[in-house]
Structures are given as structure tokens and as C-alpha cells.
């Protein structure tokens, strides 16, 4: 089975809409308020707005945690976050992935072999991005391995090209980095963003991956809302959080008739791939 097959079997749909659950200020962070009891019910809650909103599958992510280590080992947040991924996944009959900002690969793939996750998010799997967070470099090398070594080759790499938030410190032709990505680095998915949260990617460059690497999903993965929901026609799947939140004020809450709009509009119109 290849990838976009498998792809669509983890999700049991065709366009796959992932939810965003953005984790309040997690312990060790300087925004943490001291009761993660609170921190871990909103999340539940947010999960389940998105569960009754139609999304496929869930993703935890720790937000707030700004400013960010390029790379998150610090047990406090492992913890926090395996406890309350744990919680969500208990709840949840959905796929669940995981995202420890802001490039922490071998947290995310942990804390998803524990949970049973099923996928994490990883912002630079190959290449050289120059972020707020200094210069962040590929770690497919390490990641692949480490999957290996945990025995955890169900957890799938959906891998970002050229990450929101960061620039490349060598720019590269946009279909050679997405095979180099796909076919060297072992990305599972490729995810293509805007340059900030609330931009959706250019339909060019959407184009420029599913030709480059017509075996592997693409899924988008910034500022997706309803005004911009036929970017779908060119992606395999999306990533829904800035358009869940009213106001696009990623310290709302999730928004359940935004996400009942979303989802319905893709499924309604079905959108296919071209």
C-alpha cells in the first residue's frame, strides 16, 4: 500500500481534517499559571468540541510554551504532555499525533509510541530553516533511527517543508527538497504552510509538492478557515486550527460551529485531489 493509501486508511476518509488542541502554558514555561488539572481539562474539552465538529484526527500541540527550545527534552513538558495526550486518546476514538515545538523529534515520537499515537508533526525533517529559535537543522537521520529503535513504525512523520515561522538557510527548488524530503529524510506526509500562522499556503507551491512527490499525502497547514477552503482541491488533507478560533485569536477556544462549517463544506463538496 502506498503512502496516500495508507494515508486515507489511518483517517477512513478522503480529505482528512486534523484538529489543532493548543495545550495552555504547560509546567517550566514561563506563562504556566501552576494547575495542570485546568491545563489538561480544557484540552479535553477542546478535543471533544472537535470530535463533535467532524475533524479525523487530533493534534496536541504546546503552544504556549513560548519562547521555544529548538529542541524540547525537558521532562517536565515530556510529562505534561504524555499525560494529557494520554487523557485525550482515552477519550477520543480518533487518530491521535503529537507536536512538542519547536523541533522536538525524539519527545513527539516518545510521547506518541506511549500514547498510541498515530503521527507527530515535525517542522524540519531535512534541510536548514533559520527560525526565532535560532538555526534549526534536519534530524531525519536521528528520527528515523530513534522510530526504529522504539519500535514504533506505526507512528508516521508528517514532516513541514520550509516551516512557517523560519526561512531556509539555503533555499532550494521546491520539488527537489520535497523528494529529498520524501525519499531520503522517510517524511510520511509533507505538510506546506504560509510564512505565519494565519496564512494559507500558495496554490503554487502545493502544486509544486504533489507533482514533485505525486506518492506522498500533502497536506496543508496554516490558516485554513471557510474563505479559503478550495485549496483543498490541490492537498490530500488539512491542518485546522487558526480557522477554529473566533476572531482568529489562537487563545480562544475551539469554535464548534466554525469547525461544523469547515468540515462540512469539504465533505459536502468532496474536493478532488487534482
Known sequence: MNPVEEFKKMFQVEKPIIGMVHLASLPGS???????????????EEAKTLWEGGVSAILVENLNDYPFFPETTEPETVASMTRIAHEIRKAIPLPIGIQVLRNSWQSSIAIA?????SFIRLNVLTDALVTDQ???????????????FLGAQGVKFFADIYSKHGAPLAARPLGVVARDMAYRGMADAIIVS??????????????????AVPDRPVILGSGMTISNVELLRYADGAIFGYGAKKDGDLRNPVDLELTKQFVSTVRESSYPTL
Open 113 to 117: 509510541s506511549v500514547i498510541g499515537g
Open 194 to 211: 504560509g510564512e505565519e500562522t494565519p496564512d494559507p499556503p500558495r496554490k503554487e507551491d502545493i502544486e509544486a509538492v504533489k507533482k
Open 30 to 44: 514561563p506563562g504556566y499559571v501552576g494547575n495542570l488539572d485546568e491545563v489538561a481539562s480544557r484540552a479535553l
Open 134 to 148: 535560532g538555526l534549526i537543522q534536519g534530524v531525519a537521520h536521528k528520527a528515523a533511527r530513534y522510530r526504529q
